[in-house]
């Protein structure tokens, strides 16, 4: 087989993950129809959390995922994994989008809706890892945290073709067309994009790194290493949760929040979600650029610390004046912190994970994360408002993830610096990047 151009290459692993979060994302924008369709109730905060807890039932699979899934990859190649996602993820679109509404078949739409979302976070839960390792392991020299930023790049297209499409189904249809049936068509459109995609992976070529490896562990093999590095693991599962409470808040969160919450308008709402994945999407390949110039440490400690100190009070200034421009202001800026901290954390985690398990470690990493701080963000976020009657708790909530995800940047520079004192080779400078 003719040798690819890394940019076909980066367009062919990049594609799946796009509909993985594309799937996701339209999930979390339509959640009032779909949560009137198959959680019907006569409480709009039951239906919401129904919803949510639906949404976020996905994530609960992910690390099970990541732990299956990723010890397959380790083991038989990056290659056949990633296909083997893309149908598990195919599965579990077709059966959301084509179950029929609770009024038809009563308990059992539910039902097949939140094993379709469990069938989709199975996938997800080693896709996201077994793109980002596959990006580290092709990178040129110097520029992996580029390479590796556009596994998140290609999530913030999937974010702004799913609002662009909300964008022009609200304009086209009257809400109550939207309610009944115009939410089923983003989902529709998913399952159309499905052979196309297929057709740009199954002709993806091994990584050279894992060619090259002389020996392949088994899979109880990397399951006992997993567990041999469970210290890694947990500290890379808290370097990701500002990430996902961030991304998932300014993304799948912001529809339900500026329409239910800020009382601004669906189309409002879905216009700032557009402007904010493509923000995203410039700054997050800026961000991986920029950790390989300056070191990940810095653009991590630094980006996730004025989250830290700045979302709340962005919050608070929004919800006490709620309009477009408020909306989108504060989205952006959040949208820029994200976008820096992600793009030089996704390349980081990759990098502290031993090779042999760079994948399940990685993945089981980023699940666990996202099983709290990603896909339960919209449900926490949802609760908090009602729980304190303060419309910019999500704030506080994000302030939260951030303290957490500081921690383990130090915990691990520290750890870091002291291995390379035990090893006595002087080069403690190497732990500062």
Same mark, same amino acid.
């Given at each position: ?6 940019? @076909?290459?980066?367009? *062919? ?15 979390? +924008? +339509? ?31 992910? %690390? ?65 890892? =077994? ?13 992996? #945290?580029?390479?590796?930023? @556009?596994?998140?790049?290609?999530? *913030? ?8 499409? =909300? ?13 009944? @049936? ?94 904010? =994945? ?8 800026? #961000? ?33 004046? %709620? ?17 820096? +901290? ?18 399940? #470690? ?50 691990? @520079? ?12 002087? *080069? ?6």
């Amino acid at each position: 087989m003719a040798e690819q151009s890394k940019v @076909w290459r980066v367009l *062919q692993v990049s594609s799946g993950n796009f509909l993985e979060m594309y799937d996701f994302m339209v999930f979390g +924008y +339509y959640a009032k129809a779909i949560g009137n369709a198959f959680f019907p109730s006569n409480s709009e905060f039951a239906t919401l959390m129904a919803t949510f807890m639906t949404f976020g039932a996905g994530f609960l699979m992910r %690390p099970l995922g990541a732990i299956i899934l990723g010890s397959y990859i380790d083991h038989h190649g990056r290659r056949k994994g990633l296909i083997l996602t893309l149908g598990l993820m195919a599965i579990g679109t077709l059966t959301i989008a084509l179950v029929p509404g609770y009024e038809k078949v009563g308990f059992l739409a539910p039902l097949i809706v939140v094993s379709g979302r469990l069938l989709q976070g199975l996938s997800a839960g080693v896709e996201l890892g =077994g793109v980002s390792v596959y990006l580290s392991e092709i990178a040129s020299p110097g520029l992996k #945290g580029f390479y590796v930023s @556009w596994q998140s790049a290609s999530q *913030q297209v999937a974010v702004m073709f799913a609002a662009l499409l =909300g964008v022009m189904l609200s304009s086209w249809l009257p809400p109550e067309q939207m309610v009944a @049936w115009g939410w089923r068509v983003p989902l529709v459109v998913g399952c159309v994009i499905i052979p196309f995609i297929f057709l740009l992976r199954r002709t993806l070529q091994e990584t050279e790194e894992f060619q090259a490896r002389k020996h392949r562990l088994s899979s109880a093999e990397i399951l006992q290493s997993v567990a041999a590095n469970w210290r890694l693991i947990l500290i890379g599962t808290f370097m990701v949760t500002i990430s996902n409470a961030a991304f998932y808040m300014i993304t799948a969160y912001t529809p339900t929040f500026g329409n239910t919450v800020l009382k601004l308008s669906n189309l409002d709402a879905l216009t700032v979600t557009l402007c904010v =994945g493509l923000s995203n999407f410039i700054f997050v390949p800026l #961000g991986g650029l920029l950790s390989d110039k300056v070191g990940r440490k810095p653009v991590l400690i630094g980006s996730a610390g004025l989250i830290l100190v700045t979302a709340y009070p962005a919050m608070s200034w929004l919800t006490g004046a %709620p309009t477009f421009g408020h909306l989108l202001a504060v989205e952006l800026w959040l949208s820029v912190l994200y976008s820096a +901290y992600n793009g030089g954390m996704i390349v980081y985690v990759t990098e502290i994970m031993p090779a042999e398990v760079r994948t399940a #470690g990685f993945s089981l990493s980023y699940s666990l994360s996202q099983t709290i701080f990603g896909g339960f963000t919209p449900a926490i976020s949802t609760y908090l408002i009602h729980l304190t009657n303060d419309k910019a708790a999500p704030g506080a909530w994000l302030s939260f993830a951030a303290v957490c995800a500081l921690s383990a940047v130090l915990i691990n @520079w520290r750890r870091e610096v002291n291995s390379l004192r035990r090893t006595g080779d002087g *080069q403690t400078t190497a732990a500062l990047s």
